[in-house]
C-alpha cells in the first residue's frame, strides 16, 4: 500500500505518537494511477449514513448472491480483540483449499500469516490496529493483494473472497559463462507492479540440466532474479503470456567472493555483526531485490566468520555495523576487501529525554566521541534513545528538538558499562506554548470521545518561518488538551473520528485555556459493487475512490486523496463532495463520478461485459511481422479499453470488451501504423505498412567515416525521433541503418559530432524498399556571438538557414556571449529573444575569415499566415523561406499555421511545396503596428 499525497498534514501525522498518527491517517494511501476518464452510466443507490462508531454498529450491506456476506461488524465481549476473516475461490470459483494469507502493516511489517481450511476460509485475531496489506497466495495462480482500513477492538470483519486467476508459465534454462548448465540456481519472479515483500514463495531451482518452471507467474511484463552462489545475480524482464508458456535462456557470469573474520580488540570473535557489500554496477531497484533476498550481506557466526558471494569484479562499498557501531568502505574490487575487521568494544547508554513544558515531539539524539558519530530519531510515544555497543571513550551527547533549546550530555562509555542518562528540554525562549482545549462534538451536540486533533502553527525561527505540529486525543467527553507554539497569527486544526468525515477549524491563535469547539460532520460512505459478464458479484476487478480534480482544494487535509477501503469494496467516513469512483479488470476499466452528500451511503454497481476474442497481424513491406507491438485501445465510450502485447509469433489475441470503434497500433521495423476499425465480434486483423530502409555511412566532407555518433531523425510534422540505444547510430565504421515509413525530406542531427564538423543536415527519402544515402556532415567554424542592445538576463538563440531549412544553432540563458559551431556552407543567422513583453531579433551576414560578431538587437513585429481551410491538405510537405528570417527554428508549416517575428523590413515569405514550386510569395514593405495577418492563398 502506498502513500497519498498529504501536504503539510502528512508531516504532521508523521510526527507523533504511532497510535494517533495511524488513526490520523486512515484516509491515506492506495494510490490509483488511472486519471482523467469520462464517466460511465451505473446503477447507484443512496441512503443516510448514520455517524456512529462502527465498534457499536454497522451499515448494512447486500449479501453477494453467490459469495459470502461483505464486510460486518460485531461486538466482542472482554477481552477486547478483533478478527479477521479471510477466504479465496479457485479460478474455477470453487473453494481454494491450501491458499496462504500473510498480512502486513507499513511500520511492522509481516503481522499474521495462515493457511486456508478445506473450505478455503481462514480467520485471523489480535491484528494491530493500523491499516493492513493481505497478501493470498495459491500454487498455479498468481498472488492477489488488498488494501484495508484498520480494524477496532472487538471488531469482526469478514472479507470479500480472494479470486484466483490462471497464471502464466515460464520455462527456462540457466547456463554459466562457458555454457554448461547450472543447477541449484534460485529464479524468482516479480511481476514489475508487485508488492514484494512476499518474493520468498515464489522462488524455484533450477534442475542437474540448468532448467526451472515457474507456474502461476501474473501475465504481462515480469522480472526473474535469478542467484547462484559463485555467480553474479541478474535480474532479465520477461513477457509473459497467460495463452502459452514463455522460454527463456539465461546466462550467469563469474563472481567473486569475500571471506573474513571479525573480531575485538582482545582478538576475541564477535558474532551477529551485520556486513553488507554495495556494488557499483547494479541499479537501485536491483540492489533492492536483490537485499530482499539476502544477497550481498550476512552476519558474522559465533566464530566471527562470514562470507558475502555473487560479487561482479568491480568498485563496491563494504559495510559493518555492531549495535550503533557502523563502519564502511570505498573498494575498487572485492580482491581489495579486508579479511579481517576489527569491532571496538564498547557500552550501552540510554538517553531519555523529557522537558519541562509538554514534552518534545519529535527530535533526534546524536552521540559524538572524535570522529565517530550515532544518531537515533525519537517520537512521541517513545522518549528513550538505546543506543548500545558504543566504543569505549567520551561522549558528547546531543538532542535536537524543534522549538526547544538544543541540550547536551557528558558521558565516559565504559567496556561492558550501561548507563541511564536523563536529559531535560527547555522551551526556545523564541516561543510562547499555549495550552488550549479542543472540544468535539456532533450535530446534536453530543461528544465525540476518541476523535484524533491535528494542529499546525507557523512560528518565527531566527530568519526564518516554521511549522509546528501537535497531535492529541479526545476523552469521553469530547475534549483533546492541546499545547501549541507560537506567536503565531492563526492555528488550524484537523480532526478525524470514526464515523465522521475529516473536520478543519482555521481560527485566530487561541489564549491559555481558551475552548475551540468544532462540531463533526457524519462521514459519508461508497460502496463498490462489480458483477461479471454473467451477473456474478465478483471480487477480481481492482476498485479505487479518490476526489475528483474539479473537487480538490489544496487547504484541506484529504485533497488529492486516494481512500483505503473497509474491505476492499467499502469506503467509509467520506466527507462530502464529488469522488471518482474506479473499477479495473484485465484492461477494461470503468469511471464514474458521484457527488456524496454529508452523511450519505452510496452502493455504485459496476458490471464487466462478456468479452469476445480479436486475432491481430500485421505485415511490413508485404511479408508477416513476427516482431514488434500490437496495441489495441478503446478511448471513447463505456468501458474503455487499453491493451499493448509482444507480437511473437504471426498474431496476437486480445479480449475485447464488446462492439465499437478501437484503435489498433502496429509498431516495429521502423513502422508506426494506426487503423479505426469498428469491431462488432470476434474477427481476424491484419495491419498493413510499409517501410524504406536506409543503409549509409556517416562522412565528414573530405569522406571520412565518423564513427560512434548517435543520429536523432526529424519528420515533416516536426517530431523528433531516435531508435533503441543499441541501434541510433552509427557504428565503428561511420555506417548506420534505419526504416523510414514515408518519403520526403528529413532532418538529422549527430550527438557527439568530432570538432570540425556541421552537426545536422537534410537527407531526401523515395518509395523505394532499399535506399544507399551518405550523411555528409559539412565542414564548421566556432563563431562567438555577443548581443548588444538586449536585457541582461534576457537570453536568446542563434538560428540558421542550411540546405532550405532553418536550424537552431545554440542559444544562451542569460544573454551572456555564446561559442557556437556553425557550418561553413550558412552565410546569414538570425538570432531571437524575447522577454515577458518585448520581442528582439536580429540578422547577421558571416564572412568567412570572421569568427567572432556582435548581435545588434531591436525591437520585433510579427506576421502571421492564415490559411484558408483545407489549403494546407492541399499542399503537403510545405516549407518556408524569408529574405529577412524569422524567429522559428523549423523549416516545414506546421498544420496549425505559421507565423514570423521581423526586425527590419522589407520583408519577403515564399512557401514552397515538396517538388519545389513557390506555392505563395507575399512583400512587407512597411512595418505593421500591430500583428500583420496574411490570408492564404
Known amino acids: 500500500m502506498s502513500g497519498s499525497r498529504w501536504g503539510w498534514w502528512g508531516a504532521a501525522l508523521l510526527i507523533g505518537a504511532a497510535a494517533l498518527a495511524v488513526g490520523a491517517m486512515g484516509l491515506g494511501g492506495y494510490v490509483w494511477f488511472r486519471n482523467s476518464r469520462p464517466a460511465h452510466r451505473s446503477r447507484s443507490s443512496s441512503s443516510p449514513a448514520a455517524p456512529v462508531p462502527r465498534a457499536e454498529t454497522s451499515p448494512s450491506i447486500t449479501p453477494a448472491n453467490d459469495l459470502p456476506v461483505a464486510a460486518s461488524v460485531e461486538v466482542d465481549d472482554a477481552p477486547p480483540r478483533n478478527t479477521l476473516t479471510l477466504s479465496a475461490l479457485a479460478p474455477d470459483r470453487s473453494p481454494a483449499a491450501g491458499a496462504h494469507f500473510r498480512v502486513f502493516t507499513d511500520d511492522s511489517g509481516l503481522v499474521a500469516e495462515v493457511d486456508a481450511d478445506a473450505e478455503g476460509s481462514a480467520r485471523l485475531r489480535d491484528l494491530p490496529t493500523e491499516d493492513l496489506f493481505v497478501s493470498a497466495f495459491r500454487d498455479g495462480s498468481p498472488s492477489t493483494t488488498l488494501s484495508i482500513r484498520k480494524l477496532d477492538l472487538g471488531e469482526h470483519r469478514v472479507l470479500p473472497p480472494f479470486e484466483f486467476t490462471h ?104 558474532a551477529e555483526v551485520h556486513i553488507a557489500a554495495l556494488p557499483e554496477p547494479f541499479e537501485e531497484w536491483e540492489y533492492r531485490h536483490f537485499e530482499l533476498l539476502g544477497l550481498f550481506a550476512t552476519e558474522s557466526d559465533e566464530l566471527g566468520r562470514f562470507s558475502i558471494g555473487g560479487l561482479p569484479d568491480a568498485p563496491l562499498q563494504l559495510s559493518w555495523h555492531h549495535g550503533s557501531y557502523s563502519e564502511e568502505s570505498e573498494l575498487e574490487s572485492p580482491k581489495d576487501a579486508p579479511t579481517l575487521i576489527e569491532i571496538p568494544r564498547g557500552g550501552d547508554v540510554r538517553i531519555v529525554v523529557s522537558s519541562s513544558d509538554a514534552g518534545p515531539t519529535w527530535s533526534q539524539v546524536t552521540a559524538e566521541c572524535g570522529e565517530f558519530s550515532a544518531s537515533i530519531w525519537l517520537s512521541e510515544d517513545s522518549q528513550t534513545a538505546e543506543f548500545h555497543d558504543l566504543p569505549a571513550g567520551g561522549y558528547r551527547f546531543q538532542v535536537e528538538c524543534a522549538g526547544f533549546v538544543t541540550a547536551h550530555a557528558e558521558v565516559d562509555v565504559a567496556i561492558g558499562s550501561t548507563q541511564d542518562v536523563p536529559i531535560t528540554l527547555d522551551p526556545s525562549p523564541l516561543e510562547r506554548r499555549v495550552h488550549a482545549v479542543v472540544v468535539c462534538t456532533d450535530r446534536s451536540g453530543l461528544p465525540v470521545p476518541g476523535a484524533r486533533v491535528s494542529t499546525k502553527t507557523w512560528v518565527p525561527d531566527g530568519e526564518y518561518t516554521c511549522e509546528r505540529y501537535g497531535l492529541a486525543r479526545c476523552d469521553d467527553l469530547g475534549r483533546a488538551a492541546i499545547t501549541v507554539a507560537g506567536p503565531a497569527d492563526e492555528l488550524t486544526v484537523v480532526i478525524f473520528a470514526d464515523g465522521y468525515a475529516p473536520t ?269 544515402v551518405d550523411l555528409v556532415a559539412s565542414d564548421a567554424r566556432t563563431i562567438t556571438f555577443r548581443p548588444t542592445n538586449l536585457p541582461e538576463d534576457v537570453g536568446f538563440q542563434i538560428h540558421g538557414l542550411l540546405d532550405d531549412r532553418s536550424w537552431t544553432l545554440g542559444g544562451s540563458r542569460r544573454g551572456e556571449a555564446i561559442e557556437i559551431p556553425v557550418s561553413t556552407a550558412v552565410t546569414r543567422v538570425w538570432a531571437t529573444a524575447r522577454d515577458e513583453a518585448t520581442g528582439y531579433a536580429a540578422t547577421i551576414r558571416l564572412d568567412l575569415d570572421r569568427s567572432d560578431y556582435d548581435v545588434d538587437f531591436a525591437p520585433t513585429f510579427r506576421v502571421v499566415l492564415n490559411f484558408a481551410e483545407g489549403w494546407l491538405e492541399r499542399h503537403p510537405d510545405l516549407r518556408y523561406r524569408t529574405l529577412e528570417p524569422g524567429d522559428l527554428d523549423e523549416a516545414h508549416v506546421p498544420a496549425t499555421g505559421i507565423s514570423f517575428v521581423f526586425a527590419r523590413v522589407p520583408v519577403e515569405i515564399d512557401l514552397i511545396d515538396g517538388e519545389g514550386t513557390v506555392v505563395f510569395h507575399t512583400t512587407i514593405e512597411s512595418r505593421p503596428s500591430e500583428p500583420l495577418i496574411i490570408a492564404v492563398p
Not at 522480472?223 to 539465461?250: F, G, N, Q, Y
Not at 469476445?612 to 516482431?627: C, K, L, M, W
Not at 465510450?637 to 475485447?656: C, H, K, M, N, V
Not at 565528414?700 to 555518433?709: K, L, M
Open 167 to 270: 497464471g502464466a508459465v515460464v520455462r527456462g534454462t540457466v547456463r554459466d559463462a562457458v555454457g554448461r548448465p547450472v543447477s541449484g540456481a534460485s529464479v524468482w519472479p516479480l511481476p514489475l507492479w508487485a508488492d514484494d515483500r512476499s518474493i520468498d514463495r515464489w522462488q524455484v531451482r533450477t534442475d542437474d540440466r540448468g532448467r526451472f518452471d515457474l507456474v502461476g507467474v501474473e501475465g504481462g511484463w515480469c522480472r526473474l532474479l535469478v542467484s547462484e552462489p559463485d555467480c553474479v545475480p541478474i535480474a532479465p524482464e520477461v513477457w509473459c503470456s497467460v495463452d502459452r508458456p514463455t522460454s527463456i535462456d539465461l546466462t550467469l557470469q563469474p563472481a567473486q567472493r569475500i571471506e573474513g573474520r571479525v573480531i575485538d580488540e582482545s582478538g576475541a570473535a564477535v
Open 504 to 772: 478543519r477549524w482555521v481560527g485566530p491563535f487561541p489564549s491559555d485555556d481558551d475552548e475551540i469547539p468544532v462540531i463533526l460532520e457524519p462521514g459519508g460512505i461508497i460502496e463498490i459493487r462489480t458483477m461479471d459478464g454473467d451477473g456474478r458479484r465478483t471480487s477480481q476487478p481492482e476498485v479505487a475512490l479518490y476526489r475528483s480534480e474539479e473537487d480538490e482544494d489544496e487547504e484541506d487535509p484529504w485533497e488529492d486523496l486516494s481512500f483505503v477501503p473497509i474491505d476492499g469494496r467499502r469506503f467509509v467516513d467520506l466527507p462530502a463532495g464529488r469522488y471518482t469512483v474506479s473499477a479495473e479488470l484485465d484492461d477494461v476499466w470503468f469511471e464514474e463520478t458521484v457527488d456524496l452528500v454529508s452523511g450519505e451511503a452510496r452502493v455504485i454497481d459496476i458490471e464487466f461485459p462478456r468479452t469476445f476474442e480479436v486475432e491481430i497481424a500485421a505485415r511490413v513491406n508485404g511479408h508477416t511481422a513476427t516482431v514488434g507491438w500490437i496495441t489495441a485501445s478503446k478511448p471513447e465510450g463505456i468501458p474503455q479499453y487499453w491493451s499493448r502485447q509482444e507480437l511473437r509469433a504471426d498474431t496476437t489475441r486480445f479480449q475485447l470488451p464488446g462492439a465499437g470503434t478501437y484503435d489498433i497500433e502496429y509498431e516495429g521495423q521502423g513502422a508506426k501504423e494506426t487503423r479505426s476499425l469498428e469491431i462488432a465480434g470476434p474477427t481476424r486483423i491484419t495491419i498493413d505498412t510499409r517501410v524504406t530502409r536506409v543503409r549509409g555511412r556517416v562522412l565528414t566532407s573530405s569522406g571520412t567515416p565518423i564513427p560512434d555518433v548517435e543520429l536523432t531523425w526529424q519528420d515533416a510534422s516536426g517530431r523528433w525521433f531516435h531508435g533503441e540505444e543499441e541501434s541510433n547510430g552509427t557504428d565503428a565504421n561511420g555506417a548506420f541503418e534505419w526504416a523510414f515509413q514515408r518519403p520526403g525530406i528529413y532532418r538529422w542531427y549527430l550527438s557527439g559530432a568530432p570538432d570540425g564538423c556541421c552537426r545536422f543536415g537534410t537527407i531526401r527519402i523515395g518509395s523505394r524498399p532499399e535506399q544507399r
